[in-house]
T-cell receptor
Framework: DAKTTQPNSMESNEEEPVHLPCNHS???????IHWYRQLPSQGPEYVIH???SNVNNRMASLAIAEDRKSSTLILHRATLRDAAVYYC?????????????FGKGTKLTVNP | DSGVTQTPKHLITATGQRVTLRCSPR?????VYWYQQSLDQGLQFLIQ???????AKGNILERFSAQQFPDLHSELNLSSLELGDSALYFC?????????????FGEGSRLTVL
């Protein structure tokens, strides 16, 4: 399984941008990078995913390094509802087998 | 609401017992994934089914088994339960494989083994 490294925790102030880093140096060249978040007592929620190019959606932006060994999730204006554990997770596909492998994630605290 | 339904939401049982967790994927989704989340292990991938066939297997114990039925709902069977099996069990579904799409997770089934 590809290994990801994320900070255990980060803090941000409301309405400020947040950059959540992730190292995934062992990711395969064809594996997509996914980001999910999990609020307390809820299932993980999809945020964004990408392969090589930077990606934007209504929730966030994903900046992927040119060598694909790292990526950064960008929340442009953090709100209190963004407080969650954020997981950077490679989608591993090998011989018909496919899965998301979750690490420990980063717990994001948003201060009012 | 992700559209993925898991039942029961909470389950309390004793060691040695057997339970079945049920998952109804989003309408039309062919892939179903099961994950276990405990405090010390985080989110662990258990097994994936695609259109009734097992596609990927993770750290699933031999005491656990799963299947996906023709109507695409899935069941996770946990037997000879131990205290350490207490955890949140999540089901997720996806309309496709290949990583180009997102997984939709249910709200989970919380299993407590006493």
């Amino acid at each position: 399984d590809a290994k990801t490294t994320q900070p255990n925790s980060m803090e941000s102030n409301e309405e400020e941008p947040v950059h959540l880093p992730c190292n995934h140096s062992t990711i395969s060249g064809t594996d997509y990078i996914h980001w999910y978040r999990q609020l307390p007592s809820q299932g993980p929620e999809y945020v964004i995913h990408g392969l090589t190019s930077n990606v934007n959606n209504r929730m966030a932006s994903l900046a992927i390094a040119e060598d694909r060994k790292s990526s950064t999730l960008i929340l442009h204006r953090a709100t209190l509802r963004d407080a969650a554990v954020y997981y950077c997770t490679p989608w591993e596909a090998q011989g018909g087998s496919e899965k998301l492998v979750f690490g420990k994630g980063t717990k994001l605290t948003v201060n009012p | 609401d992700s559209g993925v339904t898991q039942t029961p939401k909470h389950l309390i049982t004793a060691t040695g017992q057997r339970v079945t967790l049920r998952c109804s994927p989003r309408s039309g989704d062919l892939s179903v994934y099961w994950y276990q989340q405990s405090l010390d292990q985080g989110l662990q991938f258990l097994i994936q089914y695609y259109n009734g066939e097992e596609r990927a297997k993770g750290n699933i114990l031999e005491r656990f088994s799963a299947q996906q039925f023709p109507d695409l709902h899935s069941e996770l069977n946990l037997s000879s339960l131990e205290l350490g099996d207490s955890a949140l069990y999540f089901c997720a579904s996806s309309p496709r494989t290949s990583g180009r799409g997102e997984l939709f997770f249910g709200e989970g089934s919380r299993l407590t083994v006493l």
